[in-house]
């Protein structure tokens, strides 16, 4: 829906508060309601509902932080980095943690949802040290406060191994993904799609270290049982990494409200 911008000006300063509150939520849940669920089948709807978005956070403030926050900040964020932004996605993440903090508490769920993506968008975007340090931080916190086995933190220890790949500490990687494995492997099976992505993050650092047979072994298992499970034409099928980059998934550490 478009609307001149002086008209829009006018509805927002004549609407009682209470009116704008209500508004600027059910416009956030629409564009949710709309995102596309791959923004790499529609590239021009992604960067539409971005921009869209974009408008309703500056407009609705603190508004969108009631009752434990909304999610379109965080398919916000996630977009950016679909879509290979990873400068904006890095401001972008930035600002979310930093309100998150702010509004609900260092502490609280969905700050903690806000700082696994910007770790991944630091090693995405090189900035490889400040990944690191975050992804420390980030998986520590998860672990003590949502739990060893829960899957957030989970996914903040394969984000985190992924660092360490990218910043030179091979074994360090290969340690700690291999736990990760493991942990996928007893929790959720041998073909869930995040047990694939560590094997294939476990594959990476294994190239990395020297150990490049059984790398490319591994990462081979990987690429058959995608083909197998989720078919040769999916996007993850197509771009499975001969590094260690992988993301985990369902099980990347996502906000996840009722």
């Known amino acids: 829906m478009r609307s001149h911008a002086l008209t829009a000006r006018g509805a927002r300063e004549s609407a009682p508060s209470t009116a704008s509150a209500a508004a600027a939520k059910a416009a956030a849940d629409a564009l949710v309601g709309i995102w596309p669920d791959q923004a790499h089948?529609?590239?021009?709807?992604?960067a539409v509902v971005r921009a869209n978005a974009d408008a309703v956070t500056a407009l609705a403030g603190d508004l969108l932080w009631q009752d434990d926050g909304h999610p379109l900040p965080y398919l916000a964020g996630f977009s950016l980095v679909g879509a290979g932004l990873y400068g904006p996605a890095i401001a972008h993440w930035q600002r979310v943690v930093a309100d998150a903090e702010r509004l609900l508490g260092a502490e609280h769920p969905a700050t903690l949802y806000a700082r696994?993506?910007?770790?991944?968008?630091?090693?995405?975007?090189g900035r490889v040290q400040e990944a690191v340090v975050?992804?420390?931080?980030?998986?520590?916190?998860?672990?003590?406060?949502?739990?060893?086995?829960?899957?957030?933190?989970?996914?903040?220890?394969?984000?985190?191994?992924?660092?360490?790949?990218?910043?030179?500490?091979?074994?360090?990687?290969?340690?700690?993904?291999?736990?990760?494995?493991?942990?996928?492997?007893?929790?959720?099976?041998?073909?869930?799609?995040?047990?694939?992505?560590?094997?294939?993050?476990?594959?990476?650092?294994?190239?990395?270290?020297?150990?490049?047979?059984?790398?490319?072994a591994l990462q081979e298992l990987v690429v058959?049982?995608?083909?197998?499970?989720?078919?040769?034409?999916?996007?993850?099928?197509?771009?499975?990494?001969?590094?260690?980059?992988?993301?985990l998934g369902p099980r990347t550490p996502t906000p996840s409200w009722p």
């Open 41 to 46: 089948a529609d590239f021009g709807l992604a």
């Open 116 to 125: 696994a993506p910007l770790v991944e968008a630091y090693r995405l975007a």
């Open 134 to 216: 975050a992804g420390e931080r980030t998986a520590t916190d998860m672990a003590r406060l949502l739990g060893e086995d829960h899957p957030a933190a989970i996914g903040a220890r394969h984000n985190l191994a992924a660092c360490y790949a990218h910043s030179g500490r091979a074994q360090e990687a290969i340690a700690l993904e291999e736990a990760v494995l493991a942990d996928h492997e007893r929790l959720w099976g041998e073909g869930d799609p995040g047990t694939l992505a560590a094997r294939s993050v476990l594959a990476g650092a294994y190239v990395e270290a020297g150990r490049t047979e059984e790398g490319i």
């Open 224 to 247: 058959a049982d995608r083909e197998r499970i989720l078919g040769e034409d999916h996007p993850t099928t197509v771009e499975t990494p001969p590094n260690a980059s992988a993301s």
